[in-house]
């Protein structure tokens, strides 16, 4: 071997030779056994794995070993592409914010000529040969669907929406959450509000840990105080909303408006708000995110940030047909603004309310 070339690099080379050959089929051996055979450090081994994974040409699935991406693109197309969210998801594809994206997914798709297929369960996609029946899958992210993300990047072309991949070299088209929830904070603060409390969604993905953050940096741009008791801690349902409401109206003073992370708990809080006698706006003002369909229909109409659909749509299809295309990708991850839509549900500042 040649010893002035870095070690590593030797055995990046060495996997390389072996897949061409096909000594290496699918999985590797694992690293203490080929630093054994190579006579190289097991850190060597790791180091030269890991740059062969971020160049695509390996995927580690955590428990199961590494093994060697399909890099065969000769696979007839099929002029269908998947569209993918965990079937932990409540509602699924009905739920109101999901429909939308699969409804703007199938309209691009068809447009250009492509099919939409949508599943929940990969073990249950592979057992019934779907797979082979896509020539590529965008999928709604969430970091407990990475070793999924994985298993369907070693096979098809993935782009991910909604969160980013912990695997960067799977593309994404994101919502910027942060500076769309500091819109929404400054547009209350414009109609005198200063006492503003905010249901979270679930914080176990960038969306709502993006969207707490965006309201703290809300208080902070305009020398607000952070009171955690003005946070609740919701789940983006619509019963979370209610729940949400009943918990502000146990306060000793209830908050002149509240900033919401999505329609559905938004509109649950006007519905339990208006049981207690609260009026919207005129008691409280009330905004949401997402701007889903029964936004605009209410009485009255939710004032809600609008989540880019069709954009993310679009995007996300573009970068997948490139993909599919065999092109490099110019920009992998894009992430969109999201634009405050004023409806009715928001007023200047009730001075029973102010602070």
Do not use: W
């Not at 999924?148 to 909604?162: F, H």
């Not at 020398?223 to 008791?229: A, F, H, P, S, Y």
């Not at 009715?344 to 001075?351: E, F, G, L, T």
Request: hydrophobic share 40%; aromatic share 8%; proline share 3%.
């Amino acid at each position: 071997m040649d010893l002035a070339t870095p070690k590593y690099i030797l055995v990046e080379n060495y996997i390389k030779e072996a897949i061409r050959k096909k000594t290496i089929v699918e999985k590797l051996p694992g690293e203490r056994t080929l630093a054994k055979e190579l006579g190289f450090s097991y850190m060597t081994i790791r180091k030269a794995i890991d740059n062969l994974v971020t160049e695509g040409i390996l995927y580690k699935v955590p428990t199961k070993g590494t093994f060697v991406a399909d890099r065969n693109n000769s696979r007839k197309k099929t002029m269908t592409i998947g569209y993918f969210l965990d079937n932990s998801i409540e509602a699924g594809v009905s739920s109101p914010y999901y429909s939308l994206i699969f409804n703007a997914l199938e309209k691009v798709a068809a447009k250009n000529g492509y099919a939409l297929s949508y599943f929940t369960d990969l073990d249950l996609a592979s057992s019934n040969n779907i797979l082979s029946r896509l020539d590529g899958v965008i999928a709604s992210c969430f970091p407990r669907i990475e070793n999924t993300l994985q298993s369907l990047k070693q096979v098809l072309p993935v782009v991910a929406i909604d969160n980013g991949s912990a695997d960067k070299t799977i593309p994404s088209v994101i919502i910027d959450n942060f500076n769309a929830v500091v819109d929404s904070f400054d547009h209350l603060y414009a109609l005198g509000h200063r006492r503003i409390g905010f249901m979270t969604g679930l914080e176990d993905s960038d969306v709502g840990k993006d969207r707490c953050a965006g309201y703290r940096n809300g208080l902070n741009k305009h020398g607000l105080d952070m009171d955690e008791t003005l946070v609740y801690r919701g789940n983006y349902s619509f019963k979370s909303g209610l729940k949400g409401a009943d918990y502000f109206l146990s306060l000793d003073k209830l908050p002149s408006a509240i900033l919401c992370a999505n329609d559905s708990m938004a509109l649950g809080a006007i519905r339990e708000l208006d049981n207690h006698g609260i009026k919207v706006p005129q008691d409280i003002s009330i905004i949401g995110f997402d701007d889903i369909d029964v936004a605009s229909q209410v009485i009255p109409a939710l004032t809600t940030i609008a989540a880019p659909i069709e954009d993310i749509s679009n995007h996300a299809f573009d970068l997948l047909l490139s993909m599919i295309q065999g092109e490099t990708l110019e920009n992998k991850h894009i992430a969109l603004p999201a634009k405050v839509v004023v409806r009715q549900s928001c007023a200047y500042v009730n001075k029973k309310f102010a602070a």
